[in-house]
């Protein structure tokens, strides 16, 4: 796991920063699409947390699909300059308090408070600070977290706003309880089989015909037994869509598909919707509605549950008192952490906590390059540490060669990254490229194209 590192948390202080927009042209192959995001470039506002010793820097990335990234890119600027001066044994003694006074500018909590733009650049330095964390220490973030005791886990969580269901005191209780076969599930993951993972790649909405049966089969080849589809344009077009991949995977129990709405029905059209596709049996429809509408995904859950069709949601909650809501209101299936919507791994480990009180498994959301390294510790972190529960973790492979430290996929599982820190970071080649806007993509004809593309919602306004 790295030698020895001749750094110690007193010694390392944060002296400056830099932020970064990287734009990734995904909108070429479509990987992204669904039924609400058309035309997406997954994007990583990116920023370097710059320490006393030379050499040493801590990475970190929140996420956005193109457009906003730049608003993103502002906010980390803001939020990276409440760590500037500060030592790693400041930030990292008690992490519980390191979140609550990152989310405590009195006037920059207008603009949230936790969450939305200022959340999503609290998560990206915070992502950083755990990255630095691991490489003044030589491990992986999910090592770190699992080789804390319960009380250390618990010292990471602001509890603010959720001691109504869980308590400090109950969340060591609780991770007391599942300390049993630690030991074991650590050897799992260093033999990297912690973290199953299912597929997108066939799934995204610009794949049809004969490219998604191409690639469904290049998928079941690679050995996935379980994939995810993206719905939402129009039934007849969606019934085509699954009758071609039962056509291809039949309805034996060794292959499973989940589909995926991305927010795009009210309740109502959700419910009569998901009705015209039940007969395909996919375990789950993810984003059926409005992320905020925790109300709305309890009525649709319980509508869907006789049909043996679950809910899963939390992609876009924006923070760990959405999650609460979601759990009190039986309203998921499914708890979707998203390591860059919420408040880091932090925030992430509080909603860990709850849905292992909730009996709710965990399983981040992915789909995207950057996305996959940052939860593949999270979904170690939950099975090793917190739930005790194996869960799957979705993978789509996209641009990873521009990736420093790139998840990888042995025998349908996540490969445990070893290497110290959280899995951030770019090749030189790909700064140069799509650093927005200045980079050679983005100045090239073709990025030049895509920048003044439609922006969505043409022809709402045009006269009857």
């Known amino acids: ?55 040493l820097v801590g990475e970190g990335i929140a996420f956005s699909n193109g ?25 990292t003694n008690n992490m519980g308090k390191t979140f609550r006074y990152m989310v405590s500018d009195s006037q920059y909590r207008w603009v949230g408070p936790e969450k939305s733009v200022t959340h999503l650049a609290v998560a990206g330095v915070l992502n950083a600070v755990w990255d630095l964390w691991g490489k003044i220490v030589q491990k992986p973030v999910w090592q770190i977290v699992c080789d804390m005791t319960p009380e250390e886990i618990v010292r990471c ?34 033999e990297n089989r912690a973290v199953p993972a299912y597929t997108t790649s066939p799934g995204w909405l610009a794949f049809s015909g004969d490219r998604m049966k191409e690639v469904l089969h290049e998928t ?24 071609a991949v039962r056509e291809v995977l039949g309805y034996d129990n060794d292959f499973q598909i989940m589909i995926d709405a991305n927010q795009v029905w009210s ?33 649709i859950r319980k509508a869907l549950a006789p049909y043996g069709v679950g809910v899963a949601t939390g992609e876009a909650a924006q923070n760990r008192v959405t999650f609460k809501q979601l759990l009190q209101a039986e309203a998921t ?37 950057g996305l996959t390294e940052l939860t593949s510790h999270l979904s170690t972190i939950d099975y090793v540490a917190i739930s005790g529960r194996r869960s799957m973790l979705e993978n789509a492979d996209s641009h990873r060669e521009n990736l420093r430290h ?59």
């Open 333 to 369: 299936d499914v708890a979707q952490i998203d390591a860059v919507r919420l408040g880091s791994v932090n925030e992430c480990l509080s909603v860990m906590l709850m849905a292992l009180k909730f009996n709710v498994p965990c399983v981040p959301h992915n789909g995207a390059m």
């Open 220 to 243: 079941i080849a690679q050995g996935f037994k379980v994939f995810k589809f993206k719905v939402g344009t129009s039934v007849e077009a969606d019934r085509a869509r699954l009758s």
């Open 406 to 464: 790139p998840s990888r996929i042995e025998n349908a599982h996540y490969v445990t990254p070893l290497d110290p820190g959280y899995s951030t970071g770019y090749t030189e080649e790909a700064l140069e490229k799509y650093t927005y806007p200045n980079g050679s993509f983005w100045s090239s004809d073709i990025g030049l194209k895509i920048i003044a593309s439609p922006t969505g919602g043409e022809g709402l306004l045009d006269e009857e």
């Open 67 to 91: 457009r906003g990234s730049e608003l993103v890119c502002m906010a980390l600027e803001i939020f990276a300059q409440r760590v500037v001066g500060k030592t790693m044994k400041q930030l």
């Open 267 to 299: 309740v109502p059209e959700a419910i009569e919707y998901m009705k015209q596709l039940v007969e395909f049996k996919p375990v789950f429809i993810e984003e059926p509605t409005n992320p905020d509408d925790v109300l709305g995904h309890a009525t």
């Open 157 to 190: 969580v602001d509890f603010r706003y959720i001691t109504d269901v869980i308590t400090p005191e109950e969340a060591v209780n609780l991770l007391k309880s599942t300390q049993k076969g630690k030991q074991g599930r650590m050897r799992e993951a260093l």
């Open 1 to 55: 796991m790295g030698s020895i590192s001749t750094f110690a948390v007193e010694d390392v202080k944060i002296v400056g920063f830099t932020v970064t927009d990287l734009r990734f042209p995904t909108s070429l192959d479509g990987v992204g699409s669904d039924a609400m995001h058309v035309g997406t470039n997954g994007s990583h506002p990116y920023v370097r947390l710059l320490t006393n010793t030379p050499g």
